[in-house]
């Protein structure tokens, strides 16, 4: 168990380090010199040459790299050209919008789908797990963005029981700030609960073929009972991976719905910085859901340990 | 005791028989020729010309004369919708043909060979797969300019490790079956049984990854449409539309009601299609979503 922990570990880091060069590649082929656009168009070209100094933009490259990734180990993220702040600042700030969003959303997902899919397993081949599955069949194929507007024209054009978007601020108090964020979450979570309730379901139903699900029939434990204690727990592993990809689908969804909605998240952040050229922004944001995508795949994978005492013991 | 058959040995005549009684595969079947068949309608006919702005028509809700409506510049949606159908099929098909014609080799080669190449194959596979496909698309199509050759490219290359890993998969379950053992004692190289024993066998897989990442590239496309960095105006593009009709939700709600039931009835329908080739194929390896 050590060894594979440790060998997990050590891919993880690996993985890390090759995503942060091919980040910092890429941008640096990014067309758009960041002292030009800082200064403007009536700079003088020695204007600009000073600033490339100032910056760091005329080191050679692998010095820069490693100014860059060294400075990222010790969150110095460095300065955003078009904010003239902190990047570590600005995502701190950022993060406070775009972080409950996705947790609210994985939370709703959850919550709706290991139900549904217990539901459906329970009564496979009858018409309430035709009609649930029906329903997850239609919420896969939803694009998240296009709920999102029609979610707006329900509850907010319509019924005006929540903003159409903005946010307020936590400042303004828990309330108010979660209820922005309260439809967000919803269009991110709802594709992504029908995913996971047609995984859910199919891994109980192959659980339920299982012998010892049988034999605990048999002893006279309620199905009920059967459902949530022997086959639920073993069909944990295909659901904790997808719950674990999920996660980065729901960074990379908050892009779209932080757009959707006006929300100033990490998403909104990056996609303006993309636009604007704002290379150490971008750098820094990138390598940050990047680095969560690899940490949550490594905590899912040490969670199938938790989940499955077989896998403990097994060298 | 279920005795093993692969594709070939079953008739033509009976696999179309259980296709037509499988009713996802009836259902998928029907809602993609539809929208086939509506793209390609569009280039002999469509109700109104797209690129023609008629003002004095703007933001009309459905009627008689516009069934889905008209926009802020007075065009057609029906007309728009039908149209932006090309897009989404020409961007996804391609997309997902450089995901296929890249991956699939570099998975069946990987599984060939084994050993340092396999490993090596799938670091870099894993390497990909830590980066949001959607953040990368953004970060690729705002790079080298927005337009629907720089979202095909962008689209494809996050297809390219889905299609390897699954053709790496399949082609290792193939490698240790007898037939190939027989083929190899006739004197086949390792390349040749790939093309004419592993990878016949792993078609039926490769179809339904197809069809699901036809569906997910469809997605894919709307979203950075949507976000501006898809095809340009005037071409119309399903996920342009809803971007226009954001900010005009409260006077022109349809503007993206039916867009956007285009974009859901396309992948559902995909999705249908991938259910039932995967039921009538290989009823045991259930695809799990």
Redesign the interface.
């Known amino acids: 168990m050590t060894a594979y922990l440790l060998k997990r570990l050590a891919?993880a880091i690996?993985?890390?380090v090759?995503?942060s060069m091919?980040v910092f590649a890429?941008l640096e082929?990014?067309?758009g010199d960041p002292a030009r656009l800082m200064l403007g168009m009536n700079a003088g070209a020695d204007q600009v040459e000073l600033l490339r100094d100032q910056m760091g933009l005329n080191a050679p490259l692998p010095w820069r790299y490693l100014h860059w990734a060294g400075g990222l180990l010790s969150l110095d993220f460095g300065r955003s050209y078009t904010y003239s702040v902190p990047v570590l600042d600005l995502v701190r700030e950022r993060l406070a919008v775009s972080l409950p969003l996705a947790l609210i959303a994985l939370a709703l997902s959850t919550i709706i789908a290991i139900p549904v899919g217990l539901f459906s397993a329970g009564r496979r081949g009858q018409a309430g797990d035709t009609l649930a599955m029906g329903v997850a069949?239609?919420g896969?194929?939803?694009?998240n963005?296009?709920f999102a507007?029609?979610l707006?024209?329900v509850f907010a054009?319509w019924l005006r029981l929540v903003p159409?978007g903005g946010f307020p601020g936590w400042s303004a108090g828990v309330w108010p700030a979660l209820k922005s964020l309260l439809l967000p979450a919803v269009a991110l979570a709802l594709p992504q609960a029908a995913?996971l309730a047609?995984?859910t379901r199919?891994?109980l139903v192959e659980v339920l073929n299982e012998d010892y699900i049988r034999t605990a029939r048999a002893k006279g434990l309620p199905y009920r009972a059967v459902l949530w204690r022997h086959a639920l727990r073993n069909a944990m592993i295909?659901v904790l991976t997808i719950l674990g990809l999920q996660f980065?689908?729901l960074?990379?969804?908050t892009?779209?719905i932080e757009?959707?909605f006006y929300l100033p998240g990490l998403g909104r952040l990056?996609?303006q910085a993309?636009?604007q050229r704002d290379l150490i922004v971008?750098e820094s944001v990138?390598m940050l859901?990047?680095a969560a995508?690899?940490a949550v795949?490594l905590i899912v994978d040490l969670s199938y340990a938790i989940v499955d005492p077989r896998l403990r013991s097994r060298q | 005791m279920t005795l093993h058959m692969d594709i070939s040995e079953e008739t033509l005549g009976g696999i179309l028989a259980k296709a037509f009684r499988n009713s996802a595969f009836v259902a998928g079947f029907a809602i993609t020729m539809l929208i086939l068949a509506m793209a390609i309608v569009s280039y002999f006919w469509t109700p109104y010309d797209v690129t023609k702005l008629v003002i004095a028509d703007k933001t009309q809700a459905p009627s008689l004369a516009h069934w889905f409506g008209t926009d802020h510049f007075g065009r057609d949606i029906l007309s728009m919708t039908m149209v932006g159908a090309r897009n989404s099929i020409a961007v996804a098909l391609v997309a997902v043909g450089i995901g296929m014609g890249i991956g699939v080799p570099l998975g069946a080669f990987a599984a060939a060979r084994g050993g340092l190449v396999d490993e090596a194959l799938m670091r870099i596979n894993d390497l990909v797969f830590a980066f949001p496909a959607l953040l990368s698309a953004i970060m690729i199509t705002a790079t080298f300019g927005p337009g629907a050759v720089n979202a095909i490219i962008a689209i494809g290359i996050f297809n390219i490790p889905v299609f390897a890993r699954v053709a790496r998969a399949g082609a290792l379950a193939i490698w240790p079956r007898e037939f190939i053992l027989a083929a190899r004692a006739a004197g086949k190289n390792s390349t040749q049984i790939t093309v004419e024993h592993v990878l016949p066998n792993i078609a039926t897989l490769l179809l339904v990854q197809g069809t699901i990442q036809f569906a997910l590239a469809i997605l894919a496309e709307a979203g950075l449409s949507y976000l501006g960095l898809g095809a340009q105006p005037p071409m119309p593009s399903w996920g342009r539309m809803l971007f226009d009709a954001q900010t005009r939700m409260v006077v022109a709600p349809w503007m993206a009601i039916f867009p956007g039931m285009a974009i859901v009835i396309t992948v559902l329908g995909l999705n249908l299609l991938g259910d039932g080739i995967a039921d009538i194929l290989d009823p045991k390896s259930r695809r799990r979503r």
Request: net charge positive.
């Open positions: 891919t690996a993985t890390l090759l995503a091919v890429v082929v990014l067309p069949q239609l896969v194929a939803i694009p963005f296009w507007l029609m707006i024209y054009v159409a995913i047609r995984v199919s891994a295909p980065a689908f960074l990379a969804g892009i779209i757009n959707v990056v996609f993309i636009t971008v990138v859901l990047v995508v690899i795949n």
